[in-house]
C-alpha cells in the first residue's frame, strides 16, 4: 500500500452493542492517539431504527489528534454523530452493515488505499432473515444513493470499486458468510475480541496494518510476530483453496446454497470461539 493509507473504523453504534461500546470506544480512541505516519485515520458510523437508516463519516482531513477527540467526543451508542439522534437502536437484530459499506464509496476512490476495521456484533440484512421495516429503510437508501439491496451485492460492488481490504471485528458468534466474503476478498483476517485490554487490542490492530501495509514490499502472509501481537483476539482466516465468492444473497443460508463454502472454511488459523 504505497503512500497514505486510509484506516477508517466503521462501527456498529446500535443497541445490541452496548456491553461493548466503552470497550470499543476506548480501543479505538488508543489506536487514534499514537502518532502513525502515512496513516489518514477516519470513523464511520451505522445504525438504524425502524424508520430511518443511518450511515455517517468523520470529515476527511482531520488529523489524529482532531479524530481521538471525535471519538471522545462523538462515538456513543444509538447516537449517529452529528445527527441529533439518539435513539436509533436498530431493533431488528440484522443491521445496515451494507449501507455502512457502501458510504465508503461517497467519500473514497480507487486511488486510495483503504484498511476498513468493521466492527459489529450482529449479521447484515441478509434476505433469509425477513424483511423488517428496518430492512426495508435499509434497501431505500441505497437505491437512493445509487446501490442495489442485495447486501452480497453491495459487497462486491465496494470491493471491486475500491483499494480496500476488510478487517471485520466481531463481538459474539454471528453467521459468518458475509463477513467471511469481506476477508476473503481482500486477503484480510476476522478477529475476534478474548481481551478487554483496550491498550493489547489497539496494539494488536496497529501490528495488523503495519503487516498489511508491508504488502506494498511484496510480503504476502501474515508473519508470525503479527498474530503473537493479535494475542488480545481469536484470530481467523479464510481457507483460500476453499474459498467461493457468492454473487447474491442466497434464499437461506443454512442450506448451503450452489457455490456456499464447504466445512472448514475457517479453519486455516482456528474457528471462532464461542462468545458468553
Known sequence: MAGIVHVVFLIDITGSMGPQIAGVKEM???????????????????TEMPDACYVTASPMELTQTQVADYVRDKLALNSPPDTGVTNASGGDGPENHA??????????TQEHNIVCFLITDAVPHYRDRGRSREAVKESEWLEQNG?????????????????????????????????????????????????TNSTLLANGLHALLEALQGRVNGETAIP????????????????????????????SLTAAPAGAPPSGYFSHIGPPPPYP
Open 28 to 46: 479505538v480512541h488508543r489506536f487514534c492517539s499514537v502518532d502513525r505516519p502515512n496513516v489518514q485515520l477516519h470513523i464511520h458510523t451505522f
Open 99 to 108: 449501507a455502512g459499506v457502501a458510504s465508503l464509496t461517497q467519500k473514497f
Open 147 to 195: 446501490f442495489p439491496t442485495d447486501v452480497f451485492k453491495v459487497l462486491n460492488g465496494v470491493i471491486e470499486g475500491l483499494n480496500v481490504t476488510f478487517v471485520p471485528i466481531l463481538y459474539k458468534n454471528p453467521d459468518l458468510t458475509w463477513f467471511a466474503q469481506a476477508a476473503g476478498l481482500t486477503d484480510s483476517l476476522i478477529l475476534f475480541p478474548t481481551s
Open 224 to 251: 508470525p510476530s503479527t498474530l503473537e501481537a493479535l494475542s488480545g483476539f481469536r484470530v481467523t482466516a479464510v481457507g483460500r483453496e476453499d474459498f467461493v465468492a457468492l454473487n447474491e444473497d442466497p434464499p
